[in-house]
């Protein structure tokens, strides 16, 4: 588990598509325990902070398509946090990452 600092220092070092996934993944995996820490709006701070990197990735993601819309949903459920959570809960966002998992180990093997 990260502190919201080392989250924000994350996010700030981050460069590349790899970098945002892996501190996407690692909150969502363990959402259960960052909703003890943190607010709402701080899921939202992440998506409306990951949003504004897109321009940047795109410049840099080449062929790789599939990582782009791998980060691209996982922003979403960040951005939109409240909503999504709501819907499915704390379920919803491991079973997501789950899928983006699937989908980014396919990605390396292909």
């Known amino acids: 588990m990260y502190t919201n600092h080392e989250i924000g220092e994350i996010l700030h070092r981050a460069k ?7 501190i996407q993944i690692e909150i969502l995996e363990n959402i259960d325990c960052y909703l003890k820490q943190f607010k709402i709006d ?4 992440i ?11 795109l410049l840099q993601i080449g062929e790789n398509l599939n990582k782009l819309a791998c980060f691209h949903f996982l922003t979403t459920l960040f951005f939109d946090f409240e909503r999504f959570y709501k819907i499915g809960g704390a379920c919803y966002f491991k079973i997501s990452v789950a899928s983006i998992e699937d989908k980014l180990k396919s990605t390396i093997t292909n």
């Not at 590349?16 to 892996?22: A, C, R, S, V, Y």
């Open 42 to 45: 701080y899921f939202n701070f």
């Open 47 to 57: 998506g409306a902070y990951c949003m504004k990197a897109i321009p940047h990735l």
């Open 16 to 22: 590349t598509i790899e970098d945002f996934l892996f």
